[in-house]
């Protein structure tokens, strides 16, 4: 507007190339734009399709067995952002805050990893059986029992080490180092006797003793491998005979008095 109007024609011959330019360069920039949209909703559905196809590639190869630890860590690398852990040492589990690449966030809860000590510990309820086992039970069948139940040493109905397993001796040495009265002392309670004290009860000879358990006489229950305690003896066991003569005088019938004064000997032999 400003130019000298001898001028003029040059002045609207450029404004005019000038709003040519102008005109070309918006319809560039509207090709440009309209070619990235386009681009972007091609890639995008690509995107799509290989987020798909990486999602279900990467839980096979997480659960993979054959994938080492190291190339899991690289996984998670590119999907994670951050991770804040807030621990609650009362409760006994930490608070896992995750933030991924994407933006997304998640919070998980996990239980706190236990000491040594407390990983060979035997739960409470382990103790708790074995206690109630030990009223009918000795080591060793307690020791089959937990086996059979899948209970391993250090822990409840959980699978152990590999190999371990309850023994005898695993099974006794719990129960003292625990406290737990011993299958002894509790069959002592019951009134059980020992091998000698049942002998002298019955007035017999052990040997003998073992020969009337045999004969299912006299009952006993074992309280530690082949060691024994016996059953107070009932009423109906055998009567002891100091010889022979006795035992032949109580199988012997009454002979009644005729008058006649007769006596007995031992050789079988009367006299009148």
């Known amino acids: 507007m400003l130019v000298d109007p001898g001028n003029r024609l040059v002045a609207d011959t450029?404004?005019?190339?000038?709003?040519?330019?102008?005109?070309?360069?918006?319809?560039?920039?509207?090709?440009?734009?309209?070619?990235?949209?386009?681009?972007?909703?091609?890639?995008?559905?690509?995107?799509?399709?290989?987020?798909?196809?990486?999602?279900?590639d990467f839980k096979r190869l997480w659960a993979d067995p054959d994938t080492p630890n190291r190339e899991r860590k690289r996984m998670l690398d590119h999907i994670i952002e951050d991770a804040t852990l807030i621990k609650l040492p009362?409760?006994?589990?930490?608070?896992?805050?995750?933030?991924?690449?994407?933006?997304?966030?998640q919070t998980l809860t996990a239980l706190n990893p236990r000491s040594s000590a407390q990983r060979v510990k035997t739960q409470p309820k382990v103790v708790e059986l074995v206690d109630k086992l030990l009223d009918e039970h000795t080591y060793s069948e307690i020791a089959d029992l937990l086996n059979e139940q899948g209970i391993r040493p250090g822990g409840a109905a959980r699978p152990g080490r590999a190999g371990a397993r309850f023994t005898a001796l695993r099974v006794a040495y719990l129960a003292h180092s625990y406290g737990l009265r011993s299958r002894y002392d509790r069959l002592r309670d019951r009134g059980l006797l020992t091998k000698a004290e049942a002998a002298a009860r019955l007035n017999i000879h052990e040997s003998t003793l073992?020969?009337?358990?045999?004969?299912?006489?006299?009952?006993?229950?074992?309280?530690?491998?082949?060691?024994?305690?016996?059953?107070?003896?009932?009423?109906?066991?055998?009567?002891?005979?100091?010889?022979?003569?006795?035992?032949?005088?109580?199988r012997a019938p009454a002979t009644e008095s005729t008058g006649s004064s007769t006596s007995s000997h031992p050789s079988g032999r009367g006299a009148v």
């Open 210 to 250: 073992a020969r009337w358990v045999a004969h299912g006489l006299i009952a006993r229950r074992a309280y530690n491998g082949h060691a024994y305690l016996y059953e107070e003896p009932s009423a109906g066991v055998p009567k002891k005979h100091c010889s022979r003569w006795d035992r032949l005088v109580d």
């Open 14 to 56: 450029l404004e005019s190339e000038w709003n040519d330019k102008l005109k070309t360069l918006a319809r560039a920039r509207e090709n440009r734009e309209r070619a990235r949209h386009d681009d972007e909703r091609l890639l995008g559905d690509a995107v799509r399709e290989r987020l798909i196809v990486m999602t279900s």
């Open 90 to 105: 009362a409760e006994g589990l930490t608070k896992v805050h995750v933030r991924f690449k994407g933006g997304a966030t």
